[in-house]
């Protein structure tokens, strides 16, 4: 569900109209809803309140800092993969105690920060990493909570880009060595094993595969209880998949989610912590854009439209759908008509759809990508020299810009010219 309606035939974000923020900001920009935002982080964590529980967002879904301060006043905590991440979360006012660290490959200066700056636990994904955070730990004096992150060979039913559970995947220790590298954890200064780390993918649409790992994690938390470790943390993961077309089957709810946690590794006393990205944010965010060309090809049309690759490229990089919808609502009779729909960056793969039926829309029209709140801004760039991509939230009649369009200036003068030249 999300607060992005036809109101008197045009589109709002919640109640601000979509052509009202046009003519503010310019296009293209994001915009996300406070409120579906609030909703989709209170859905977790009511679906986990049978016990104690952390949601930790997956800020890499979106990572302004509105949106996380947003969250963060929820209570929400955050699962950060970097040392810049772990910046944004403090700079939104996240205490340490609620940020967790996953990520295959923290360097020592990740490290240091984080253990400087307060960190929850550790998702350690390596031996040779747990052996970095031992070292620098025990050089500072400190002890810090770890989990191990285990690989549990589930096929997660997903995009291959995107499937994270697999042996061959580089995420994880292989489930079958979980025995030994607790061991080492354990004999380890510096580390305080605190309990369990898994996620095997993303944009997951059924439950199964959820059901198989963590069916896996709780044999693991007895085996690793009876070895003499406290397991009393299971991190398990984000992952859970959301609607990206209305004709979509509905994916499982977070309710859903938490009645099948609380089946499988609810009798095991363990504090829960979950890392959703996607659900919170992907169906709280809208791209608009505008048609700048309809252009009239050889057995097919184009809309050309002034938002590109750049600034949403899950199109082009994971085939993915995403409705678009005219922003003046259509009539309900209008007959649609089938569209390429492209950016104007100088690729092929600048293509967001194909043949896609469209209603009637012409040059200067404003279009929205729906469910692009998630992996959206944060995986855009400036290619082609095209500014990133501005973003905006709304709180029920107030818009406010939260990352401004830098201007050609402000891109040209973050380049330095050498001496020489
Ligand atoms: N935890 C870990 C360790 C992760 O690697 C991820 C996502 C999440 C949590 C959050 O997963 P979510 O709940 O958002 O599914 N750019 C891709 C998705 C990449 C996901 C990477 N890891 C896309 O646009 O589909």
């Known amino acids: ?65 509105a949106i996380l301060r947003t969250l963060a006043a929820e209570g929400a905590g955050m699962d950060v993969v970097s040392g810049g991440e772990y910046a944004r979360a403090k700079a939104a006012g996240v205490p340490g105690d609620r940020i967790v660290f996953s990520g295959v490959g923290k ?34 004096n400190m002890t810090v909570p770890i989990t191990i992150r285990v690989n549990p060979d589930v096929d997660a039913k997903t995009h291959a880009k995107i499937a994270t559970g ?6 994880g220790i292989p489930i079958a060595r979980a025995r030994e590298v607790y061991a080492l954890a354990a004999r380890l200064p510096g580390l305080r094993v605190v309990g369990i780390d898994v996620h095997i993918g993303s944009q997951l649409t059924d439950l199964s595969p959820f059901e198989a790992a963590y069916r896996k994690v709780a044999d693991l938390t007895e085996t690793l209880r009876a070895d003499g470790h406290a397991i ?24 859903d989610y938490g009645d099948l946690i609380r089946r499988t590794v609810g009798h095991l006393g363990c504090e829960i912590e979950i890392e959703p990205g996607r659900l919170i944010v992907g ?4 791209l608009v854009s505008k048609v700048i060309y309809v252009k009239e090809g050889e057995g097919r049309d184009f809309l050309i439209l002034d938002s590109a690759m750049n600034d949403l490229i899950r199109p082009a990089m994971y085939d993915a759908y995403h409705d678009i919808d005219p922003v003046l609502e259509p009539a309900p009779a209008a007959e649609t008509r089938p569209f390429d729909i492209v950016g104007p960056v100088c690729e092929s793969g600048d293509t967001f759809a194909k043949a896609r039926q469209m209603p009637p829309v012409g040059a200067g029209d404003l279009v929205a990508f729906r469910s692009a709140g998630a992996y959206g801004a944060v995986m855009a760039s400036e290619y082609n020299t095209r500014p990133l991509v501005p973003e905006v939230l709304v709180n029920g009649d107030q818009f406010s810009v939260i990352r401004a369009r830098p201007s050609f200036d402000d891109i040209i003068a973050r380049d330095t010219i050498p001496e020489w030249l």
């Not at 697999?166 to 995420?171: D, G, I, Q």
Request: glycine share 8%; aromatic share 10%.
């Open 107 to 140: 360097t020592g200066a990740e490290i240091r920060a984080a253990l400087e700056g307060g960190i929850r636990q550790f998702n350690v994904e390596s031996e040779p990493e747990m052996q970095a955070i031992s070292d620098i730990a025990a050089s500072m």
């Open 232 to 255: 009393d943390r299971l991190d398990l993961g984000g992952g859970l998949g959301i609607p990206y077309t209305r004709s979509n089957e509905a994916p499982p709810l977070p309710s």
């Open 283 to 286: 169906n709280a965010g809208i």
């Open 166 to 171: 697999k042996s061959e995947n580089k995420f």
């Open 1 to 65: 569900m999300d607060h992005f309606l036809y109101r008197d035939g045009v589109l709002h974000a919640e109640d601000v109209s979509v052509p009202e923020i046009a003519s503010a900001v310019g296009t293209p920009f994001y915009v996300y809803s406070t409120a579906t935002l609030l909703r989709h982080f209170r859905l977790f964590d009511e679906a986990l309140a049978w016990g104690p529980h952390l949601v930790c967002y997956a800020m890499k879904a979106a990572s302004n800092q």
